[in-house]
């Protein structure tokens, strides 16, 4: 049986979420990131991969558009079934908890319910 699974990464600008991307999904060697750096992701970086019998898509959001993937991109999260926020340590505490908030209320309206 196999099975289809929709990730996206979401996260603010520069967080990691490309590079977590590229190094768990992609298993590009982390040390060559730091001698190669990425550019920001425009728009959304789709991929897809097959691990055992499932089928992985992994949609990669660039952080410069969050505003617009939280209101007028909302069918982005579309039978969403995984959801991963990066964040980075220089992120404020009010900025990652409005950012939850609005994960956790896009996902009611849109992400598949399990």
Sequence with gaps: MHSKYKIVLL???ESGK???EKVFFQRVNPFSLLNT????????NST???LF???LGIFDLAGQELD???STQKEVFKET?????????LNSLEQIISILIKTIKI????CLND
């Design 68 to 70: 617009n993937w939280f």
């Design 81 to 89: 079934n995984i959801i991963i926020c990066v964040f980075d340590i």
């Design 48 to 50: 897809s991969f097959s």
């Design 11 to 13: 996260g603010p600008p």
């Design 37 to 44: 750096p990425l550019e920001p992701t425009r728009g959304i």
């Design 107 to 110: 996902c009611k309206e849109k």
């Design 18 to 20: 490309t590079t977590i």
């Design 53 to 55: 019998s499932s089928q």
